[in-house]
């Protein structure tokens, strides 16, 4: 806490509220180790809306763990290494290599320490409502999303958007923000509950 | 109280703490059952010779037409399935493929078959008409060369089965439905 506390200090001071969205981006990432949250999700495309919700915790580099708890329970961790995740209906858990698997949720793009300016040019667009906000578009084209949006106020992430392909948007809300809260290690691990079928690729 | 105890902990953890599965017992249909119009919200695992994925779904469907999406945990769309009168097309990855049917489109596109027609019926817990079929004591239901469990939540009894378990071969398939409409 006493090495970061520079570091956050130097962001806040150096970064006006008002800063612009990349610069903000920056300061947010340098300036949360650890980082907690709650999430409302609302995927809308031609007649289709579905609402989710539930936490995110990161800790950098490269941990996270994204929950569902609304309308089912889905957990997905990231321990750095592979991706777990725990379908409590599906009676199934199901374990991937990481790097296969950063589009499964934005917490993996959060979760890097530059994965968002490694593999997206970002452009500033614009100011609305008090919220900075850029866009992210892939590198690479195989990326499931099209184009990304983020939302910063104060140099903290308040929104996103993703755009795919196929004309779907994912609106993601954060509330409760918490930046730099002790979170234990057993929060980014991940062992399989008994009885429940395990599959890997 | 230690129930309730348990319940709260099961509420907040996730983990290790199972629903009470019973099989799904559909209710007797005197006439022909009719394929009524759905559209669903879900989540599939699919294991093929010990590997696997899991992924999210939604399904549109009708006798003439499909629409079946599958999806990423936050909502972007992986591949989609369509079926109506002229065939059937897959996109994925940027490119399109056609076929007659959808058993051989997403043997070709994906590895394994989907039994898209008959599966419509499957996952109302309905075995499909027209095709030959028998019920082993334990409640399996054996189609199309598909062994098909269905499964209930004890506590939360609903119309539909609350997950539905088929395999084949080496291949098996697990659905969930999270929303009818």
Same mark, same amino acid.
């Given at each position: 806490?006493?090495?970061?506390?520079?570091?956050?200090?130097?962001?806040a001071?150096?970064?006006?509220?008002?800063?612009?969205? %990349?610069?903000?981006?920056?300061?947010?990432?340098?300036?949360?180790?650890?980082? #907690?949250?709650?999430?409302?999700?609302?995927?809308?495309?031609?007649g289709?809306?579905?609402?989710?919700?539930?936490?995110?915790?990161?800790?950098?580099?490269?941990?996270?763990? *994204?929950?569902?708890?609304?309308p089912?329970?889905?957990?997905?961790?990231?321990?750095?290494?592979?991706? *777990?995740?725990?379908?409590?209906?599906?009676?199934?858990?199901? #374990?991937?290599s990481?790097?296969?698997?950063?589009? #499964?949720?934005?917490?993996?793009?959060?979760?890097?320490?530059?994965? +968002?300016?490694?593999?997206?040019?970002?452009?500033?667009?614009?100011?609305?409502?008090?919220?900075? *906000?850029?866009?992210?578009?892939?590198?690479?084209?195989?990326?499931t999303f099209?184009? +990304?949006?983020m939302?910063?106020?104060?140099?903290?992430?308040?929104?996103?958007?993703?755009?795919?392909?196929?004309?779907?948007?994912?609106l %993601?809300?954060?509330?409760?923000?918490?930046?730099?809260?002790?979170?234990?290690?057993?929060?980014?691990?991940?062992t399989?509950?008994?009885?429940?079928?395990?599959? #890997?690729d | 109280?230690?129930?309730?105890? $348990?319940?709260g902990?099961? =509420?907040?953890l996730?983990? &290790?703490?199972?629903?009470?599965?019973?099989?799904?017992?559909?209710?007797?249909?005197?006439?022909?059952?009719?394929?009524?119009?759905?559209s @669903?919200?879900g989540?599939? /695992?699919v294991? $093929?010779?010990?590997?696997?994925?899991?992924?999210?779904?939604?399904?549109?469907h009708?006798a003439?037409?499909?629409?079946?999406?599958?999806? /990423?945990? @936050?909502?972007?769309?992986?591949?989609?399935?369509?079926? !109506?009168?002229? =065939?059937?097309?897959l996109?994925?990855?940027?490119?399109?493929?056609?076929a007659?049917?959808?058993?051989?489109?997403?043997q070709?596109?994906? =590895?394994?078959?989907?039994?898209?027609?008959?599966l419509?019926?499957? @996952?109302? &817990?309905?075995?499909?008409?027209?095709?030959?079929?028998?019920?082993?004591?334990?409640?399996?239901?054996?189609?199309?060369?598909? /062994? @098909?469990?269905?499964?209930? !939540?004890?506590?939360?009894?609903?119309?539909?089965?609350?997950?539905?378990e088929?395999?084949?071969?080496?291949?098996?398939?697990?659905?969930?439905?999270?929303?009818?409409?």
């Amino acid at each position: 806490m006493k090495k970061l506390l520079p570091i956050i200090l130097a962001a806040a001071f150096a970064l006006p509220a008002h800063a612009a969205a %990349i610069a903000q981006l920056k300061a947010f990432v340098a300036g949360s180790k650890t980082l #907690s949250a709650s999430f409302s999700q609302v995927v809308s495309a031609k007649g289709k809306r579905e609402e989710a919700s539930g936490q995110l915790e990161i800790s950098r580099p490269g941990k996270f763990r *994204w929950e569902y708890a609304k309308p089912y329970e889905q957990l997905i961790v990231g321990d750095s290494k592979r991706l *777990w995740i725990y379908d409590k209906e599906l009676a199934q858990v199901t #374990s991937k290599s990481l790097d296969a698997a950063l589009g #499964s949720s934005p917490a993996a793009l959060l979760a890097g320490s530059n994965a +968002i300016e490694r593999d997206y040019h970002l452009k500033e667009a614009g100011a609305q409502d008090g919220i900075e *906000w850029l866009s992210a578009a892939p590198k690479k084209s195989e990326n499931t999303f099209q184009s +990304i949006r983020m939302g910063f106020r104060a140099n903290t992430l308040v929104t996103m958007e993703l755009h795919d392909s196929f004309g779907n948007t994912t609106l %993601i809300r954060f509330a409760d923000m918490k930046k730099n809260p002790v979170l234990a290690p057993s929060r980014f691990t991940f062992t399989p509950p008994k009885g429940v079928d395990v599959i #890997s690729d | 109280m230690s129930r309730w105890l $348990a319940l709260g902990l099961c =509420g907040l953890l996730l983990t &290790g703490c199972a629903t009470r599965d019973v099989a799904f017992r559909p209710q007797a249909e005197a006439t022909r059952p009719r394929d009524t119009p759905f559209s @669903i919200s879900g989540r599939l /695992s699919v294991k $093929a010779d010990g590997k696997g994925q899991v992924a999210n779904f939604d399904w549109n469907h009708d006798a003439v037409r499909d629409q079946l999406s599958i999806n /990423s945990p @936050i909502g972007s769309t992986v591949a989609r399935v369509e079926r !109506d009168e002229n =065939g059937v097309t897959l996109q994925a990855d940027g490119k399109t493929y056609q076929a007659a049917d959808v058993e051989s489109l997403t043997q070709e596109a994906l =590895g394994w078959p989907l039994p898209l027609s008959n599966l419509a019926w499957w @996952i109302r &817990g309905q075995a499909a008409p027209d095709w030959p079929q028998n019920v082993s004591a334990d409640g399996v239901l054996h189609q199309q060369g598909w /062994s @098909i469990r269905f499964v209930s !939540d004890a506590d939360q009894p609903g119309p539909y089965p609350k997950r539905v378990e088929m395999e084949r071969d080496r291949l098996s398939i697990r659905l969930v439905v999270h929303a009818w409409r």
